[in-house]
């Protein structure tokens, strides 16, 4: 689709920039290791996840948005068999994509060879708007896959797929973000929409806390399937961030790429 990139690329950097100088003027936490190295690593691994994704592309030309063109072209999918309404079918495809997206975060924390991957996005001692592009390449390259089935199956508008990468990235943006909101303003937020305060509980070092509050963007799915944590148990301001051990080599890109192949 054109300017697809270009468009997906921008609402990215703007909300970045926003984001990230929300954090340094209204920071939730106080950090544990130094800001440059550890966004030095996380955007290397942003870097390489895009290199992983052309790669994706090579072996199968069509990811997502090029998925749902030529799931149209084909007549393939739910939705390229049904005569509904534009928006009708825009609107559900966001959701069901968003559900599905739940789903998998769930499947990467009970699957051990999952988890394996997944717990470099975990590794982040502290949690800021990086960490939201933190996550190891092999994972981004599974997620692509199924997103790429799940739009065929759906047989999605390429518009809604646009619209949906870009809230999916935006309120991830926002709710790894290291803002402090105030407390009624976090209360009405997270009646839709996943706030930092929520999704930093997902992040903790207790177990039965980070297998919890799982969605990126839309909370409605953590409550309806019993996930939901309100609050953690030592507070917003005292929780520990990060997997149960602790040092300073999340921070480094070397030993975030070949975290999910060793013990720690």
Excluded: C
């Excluded at 030529?70 to 495809?93: K, P, S």
């Excluded at 949690?127 to 999605?156: N, Q």
């Excluded at 809604?160 to 926002?174: D, K, Q, R």
């Excluded at 070092?205 to 409605?220: M, Q």
Aim: glycine fraction near 6%; avoid cysteine; charge should be positive.
């Amino acid at each position: 689709m054109e300017n697809e990139v270009a468009i997906r690329f921008g609402f990215f950097i703007g909300l970045f920039v926003l984001f990230a100088g929300l954090e340094a003027v209204f920071p939730r936490r106080k950090r544990v290791q130094k800001r440059i190295r550890r966004w030095v690593a996380n955007w290397s691994l942003t870097v390489i996840n895009s290199v992983a994704l052309r790669l994706v592309a090579i072996a199968i030309p069509l990811l997502a948005v090029g998925a749902a063109i030529n799931a149209a072209d084909q007549g393939i999918g739910l939705f390229n068999w049904l005569d509904w309404n534009v928006w009708v079918e825009g609107i559900l495809v966001i959701l069901m994509l968003d559900v599905a997206i739940w789903f998998q975060h769930l499947i990467t924390h009970k699957i051990p060879i999952l988890w394996r991957l997944h717990r470099v996005h975990h590794a982040d001692r502290d949690m800021d708007v990086t960490t939201a592009i933190r996550f190891h390449p092999v994972e981004i390259a599974l997620s692509m896959l199924l997103k790429i089935g799940l739009v065929y199956i759906l047989g999605s508008a390429a518009w809604a797929v646009i619209v949906f990468e870009v809230i999916l990235n935006g309120t991830a943006l926002f709710n790894h973000a290291n803002i402090k909101l105030s407390p009624w303003l976090d209360a009405v937020v997270r009646k839709v929409l996943v706030t930092p305060d929520m999704h930093r509980i997902h992040h903790s070092t207790k177990r039965y806390e980070h297998d919890s509050n799982y969605g990126f963007s839309i909370s409605l799915w953590d409550r309806l399937f019993r996930t939901y944590i309100g609050e953690p148990e030592d507070g917003q301001s005292d929780m520990k961030v990060g997997l149960q051990w602790q040092d300073d080599r999340p921070a480094r890109l070397g030993w975030i790429l070949l975290l999910p192949f060793g013990n720690k």
